[in-house]
């Protein structure tokens, strides 16, 4: 009896557990994405190298993090892309055809890029209207990250500056 009890606590736990890690971010294409952003969500780009160390490092870490997950779904229609598959002036066509936006920044970008002068994982954070609200560059940590999204997110970026949002964040 204690043996079946004690097997039924451990069953659940495991089933518990694996429910709470289970949470996975909501990924779209590039499109999905950008149709959401009329629905009052903001649009956050991430282009990345999966065989980049520091993108490799940004998925297994940063990605991974509940608090992250559950802001990124809640707050952002997220997209990751391929930079290997996808480049920057494709991303750049989607947006000319959503919004007519100047997105000639973009074409910089590409060129810093193909020189090594930018480094991914690159991270785009448009709000409801396609415009760029800010760009990052290189590995966040996962505390950083979770901050930028919050950040952006709840709209603290509209109220107050950055440096008193960062040195006030509670976890």
């Known amino acids: 009896m204690y043996c079946t009890y004690k097997v039924s606590l451990i069953s659940i736990f495991l089933f518990l557990a694996s429910v709470i890690n289970a949470q996975e971010i909501n990924w779209l294409s590039l499109e999905g994405a950008l149709n959401q ?19 490799k490092s940004f998925n297994s870490r940063s990605l991974s993090r509940g608090k992250v997950i559950q802001i990124l779904n809640s707050k952002f229609a ?9 480049s920057i002036l494709d991303i750049k066509n989607v947006l000319s055809s959503f919004s007519s936006s100047d997105y000639s920044g973009l074409d910089q970008l590409s060129k810093k890029l ?58």
């Open 37 to 55: 952003a009329s629905a009052g969500k903001k649009v956050m780009i991430i282009l990345e190298d999966p065989d980049n160390p520091d993108c």
């Open 78 to 86: 997220a997209t990751k892309i391929n930079y290997k598959k996808q």
């Open 114 to 171: 193909k020189s090594g002068e930018a480094k991914l994982p690159l991270i785009f954070i448009f709000d409801e209207n396609w415009q760029i609200i800010q760009k990052f560059e290189n590995y966040k940590s996962p505390l950083e990250f979770e901050k930028i999204i919050q950040f952006f997110g709840n709209d603290f970026y509209k109220k107050v500056p950055w440096t008193t949002f960062d040195k006030n964040y509670q976890q």
